[in-house]
């Protein structure tokens, strides 16, 4: 059923000042509003399952206003003439962000008509056994155990699951018992190069005194797949303080007396729950309103988030240092073993094989660590209507860790910040199966491979988009292990993620693009020039005979960068911002025209922006946003009323 | 004088230098009367290590029984180190440093020396004179003409011997507008907007003091501006309670019944002290090695230099703003007119001006707007932030609009020109260089001291063709249209190119950019021409 309520304005919250009047729709899927007496159909969507919050603010005489906030960070605020349709947009919009069950997920209605075969081939796309045996397995030292069939020893571990060699069913079974839901040590990654390994598990339910003889056999089954070390480390990432608290609980940390040969480890990485509140805080920050560069430093510094991201990445580096210098294996493991764990296992893969800067080593990367180890992406992703103490931006953090790594090493990776970007969006919107439910038994009970279609085809299928220009399968920065830097001055707020529809602070002309645009154009050229060859080949060939040159054929279209500003369904106005800090004060003639001298900066693809695919498509109104700089005026002696000087108040009220 | 008096000892062997992105390495150490040359006897390199004396900010010495270390802070804000086999000779090379890098007659600087093959004292100093710029903006011939009132440096010692005035205005009433403006830098051309036909002019500010003094001519010469009927502003890069204080000391501003049409608005820059200060603390935080994300993000945002640099974009973007959307003409200026006008009117034109945005452009913006204008770099620049020496007249004003002008290029990488090495090498050069530019304080102290005979010129140098084409925007696609800079926090970046240029994050930046150009240069534009050559 749809609902529509006419006459309803979207404030520009960016500025708070301009505002587009227009009809909202409610769908099944979206919230669509359509701009009224534009010229160009604009239109902004939003998928339901983005909504993060709505809020219904105090009415005021030109309406009620309800605030929308995105889990892609776009806020969007409508004004609602009546009073009533508020109330109901509110309470329908809540009913729809917050589906109670699975099935409801746009990811079973999106495409649901396409054939059900090549639906299902594209999840081959991404396989885990091939992952497996590009790092080498299984081999004379790790075996594939079936252990785990049918979901039998841990329900929110994976079915196939790699164990070293001398790891007897026993032994299995009896480490499992002795960790939290059944999460045994297993393997993460395999180094070829000196068989070192990072395995990862659960904390062990030691308590103050508890022992278990299977479970240190099986570290020690681990130590001895290292031909080449006698111990290993064992990392816990959480903080001391924590761990500690969890042995009261009957869990805990490894002690190392009963162990031998392993080395113990805290790095000291907060709970889901300091990581949802700082994310909070940095947020706010994010979205205040012309603030002082003072107010914006001290509010970034006291969220933590950038500390807690050097931390994510600090652990990565110690478990990389390990593997690829000492040669030194590593068990990694937090509580449950799927969030700090999941992170920190990942981080430590990307700086340590270069498979995992590619593109599709991405993809396999997070479908190993993330998805196929159960990582709670509905309960932390906020899918159905759960509990909030379960949100946390998790998987958000490890993406940031490899933008704040493809920033130190702009040439190490094949993808580029859309593509982070575009799976960040994805893992919340709900369009694509890939991380619904919260482990793979859910979702092999879900039938989502049947039913839904798989991101990772998508994007595959687009890659072009996503290729970073300055990417060289041959540079120096892309070959073996990365060496970053974690100097805090390494860590940067990431403007393009967390200001995304905030168009106005990002970079008005983008070297990548442009780079992109390079790499296209240069394709055709070598295209043309071989086409052109061809044809000098045929003139020579046919000498005397006149040929006409068609000259049209080789007409070259003008770059893509290289549009004339005219062309506004691409175009993005560059307009001063608010320079005069008091929302402008000039009385501008220029004002309500449209800016003439936008500059053209390129846009996300247009195969994002068609309503096609709408939840990527941004603010229609994109092409006047920056007007507002100058388009409300405030009264013009507010200058002035400070000023020592008495009688140009007298001027200026004039 | 002779340099040999600060020498004690010219020459130390084994002695061991440790610098970023090297192995420490054993060589002969040398003193000379403006270099220390470190060669490394038998080494791989055939280059020896050259290092200005005039790079050297503070000199940091640890002697010991045997032997002894020198640390050399440096203007460039690279750090390096010296194990010096002997106390005595230890001793001896750090007194020899510290006279020979505080050395402050100008006609002994390195400049007066250095002869580089490829450049000729017969040469032209300089890009252009004002004439020369005069004469190549045909379109203000009717309503400006050059003024030559200042040809013997009388009426402002600070000024060009030329300068830009409105046509209607006599050298006379120019005379009597200076006696009423301070260090007689009265209002004078910076840019002439061609679509709006509106100007930004810059000045110093009037000396109405206390008693709200007046000046006919100072008025007339404003009026002439904007011809009576328009209106125009006065950006004064103080606040309002400072332009007030300023009048106790004889300084002032124009009040609105003296000026009609003209409205004034108050931007605070900060200079002098203040800025030097937010220099030192920046670099102070940048070399912190504490590995703590929290008193690195409190450190930066205590050193406010970004808060500088926000401040000193949003003016600009306000007299850009004021030129280009409103159609006003804007005349800037804080209290000597020598710092911050400057800096506010050179950042407007490069983000109205596209020609100002070429390399040559650019360069000529700075000579104009900075060289000729008479910024006093060698009061600026004489100690950078390492320096323990008590400050007085130090103000990295030049290293701020370096870093705007960074802040412009990142937000519009395809828009400028030239790149990135381009602001490093002068925001290096403008504390210790091989070339006279950035010597003294004014146009006639660069007379006076035969600067303009006697040294050679950084700009010419850099636009020799293999200097141009490293300091080259690979990227460049010139847009006529106006760069109106972001001035929200999250806009503005820590230039590490700068700030954290001695570290390994710069390094693999500065790899990327080489990718950048290679993948333009090399694969592109050749292609391009061979389709070109191909085609017909």
Known sequence: SERKVENVRLIDTVTSRRASVGTLYLTAT??????????????????????????????????????????????????????????????????????????????????????????????????????????????????????????????????????????????????????????????????????????????????????????????????????????????????????????????????????????????????????????????????????????????????????????????????????????????????????????????????????????????????????????????????????????????????????????????????????????????????????????????????????????????????????????????????????????????????????????????RQSVMEYLMAIREETQQLEEQLASHEMKILNVEKQQKKSVNLETNMFDRSPAVWASPPSNSSVGLANTPGDYSGLGGFLKSPYQQKEPENSLLILPWPQELRKPTDPDLSTNGDDQESGIAGLSCLSPPNEESAKDPDSDETAYSAA | MEFSEHIKTANVEDVVLRRPFYQPTKGTLCVTGHHLIFSNRGGDSARPFLLLLRNIDAIEKRPSVSSGTITLKCKDLCVLQLDIPGMEECLNIASSIESLSSLETVSEMYPFFYRPPFLSLQDQWGLSSTEQHYAQMKEIHDGWRVSQVNRDYSVSPSYPPAVIVPHSIDDETLVKAARFRQGGRFPVLCYYHRETGTVIMRSSQPLSGANRKRCREDELLLQAVIDGSELGYIIDTRSSQQAQQARMTGGGFESKSCYRGWKRLHRQLEKGKVLQESLIKLVEACGDQSHSVDRWLSKLENSKWLSHVQTALSTAGLVAECVERDGHSVLVHGSEGTDTSLLVSSLAQLILDPDSRTLAGFLGLLEREWVQAGHPFQQRCAHSAYSHVRLRHEAPVFVLLLDCVWQLARQFPLAMGFSEPLLLRLAKEVYASDYGTFLCNSDQERCVTGVKERTHCLFQSLLRANERQHYSNPLYERTELAIWPSIQPPSLQLWKGLFLQWTDDALHLVEAQKVIQNLVSQCHRPLNEKVENTDG
């Open chain 1, 30 to 507: 979206h919230t669509i509003f359509v701009e009224n007496e534009t010229e160009i159909l604009t239109e902004t969507w939003v998928l339901h399952s983005l909504v993060f919050s709505v809020e219904k603010q105090a009415s005021t005489t030109t309406g009620c206003p309800l605030l929308v906030r995105c889990k892609n960070f776009q806020v969007l605020q409508f004004v609602i003439p009546q009073e009533r349709d508020c109330h109901d947009v509110h309470v329908s919009l809540l009913h729809l962000s917050r589906p109670e069950h699975y099935e409801e997920l746009y990811c079973f209605s999106y495409n649901a008509n396409s054939d059900r075969e090549d639906r299902r081939k594209a999840w081959d796309f991404i396989n885990l056994k091939a992952e497996y045996s590009r790092m080498g397995l299984p081999n004379h030292l790790w075996k594939l155990t079936p252990a785990n069939h049918h979901y039998k020893v841990s329900d929110t571990y994976p079915a196939d699951l790699y164990v070293p060699k001398s790891a007897t069913p026993p032994v299995i079974m009896g480490s499992s018992k002795f960790r939290s839901r059944g999460r045994f040590p297993t393997l993460s990654y395999y180094y070829k190069e000196n068989h070192a390994a990072i395995c990862r598990s659960s904390q062990p339910l030691s308590g103050f005194s508890a022992r278990c003889l299977e479970d240190e056999q099986m570290l020690e089954a681990i130590v001895r797949s290292n031909p080449r070390s006698d111990f290993m480390y064992v990392v816990d990432t959480r903080p001391k303080l924590n761990a500690m608290a969890n042995r009261a609980a009957g869990k805990g940390y490894e002690n190392e007396d009963n162990y031998s040969n392993i080395k113990f480890h805290f790095v000291g990485i907060e709970n889901i729950h300091v990581m949802r509140n700082s994310l909070q805080k940095m947020l706010e920050v994010s979205e205040a309103h012309f603030p002082s560069m003072s107010y914006f430093l001290e509010g970034l510094e006291s969220s933590g988030w950038l500390k807690h991201i050097k931390a994510v990445v600090d652990a990565g580096v110690f478990i990389t240092k390990a593997i690829a210098e000492e040669g030194i294996s590593v068990l990694v493991h937090c509580s449950d073993g799927w969030d700090r764990t999941a992170q920190v296992c990942s981080v430590a893969s990307v700086l340590l094989d270069p498979y995992y800067r590619t593109l599709k080593g991405l993809m396999v990367l997070i479908e190993r660590d993330w998805v196929s180890f159960g990582h709670k992406f509905s309960h932390r992703n906020n899918h159905l209507n759960g509990d909030p103490k379960e949100v946390s931006p998790v998987i958000d953090q490890f993406l940031e860790c490899v933008w704040q790594l493809s920033e130190q090493f702009p040439c190490a990776f094949e993808y580029n910040e859309r593509f982070l970007i575009t799976i960040h969006h994805h893992v919340y919107s709900c369009q694509y199966g890939n991380f619904i439910g919260n482990n793979q038994k859910e979702r092999t009970e879900l039938g989502l491979q049947e039913k839904t279609h798989s991101l990772w085809t998508y994007l595959w299928k687009n890659r072009t988009d996503y290729i970073n220009p300055l990417y060289r399968p041959d540079h120096s920065q892309t070959q073996g292990v990365l060496r970053p830097l974690t100097a805090p001055y390494c860590f940067k707020f990431w403007g393009a993620l967390y200001n995304r529809f905030d168009r106005g602070i990002h970079p």
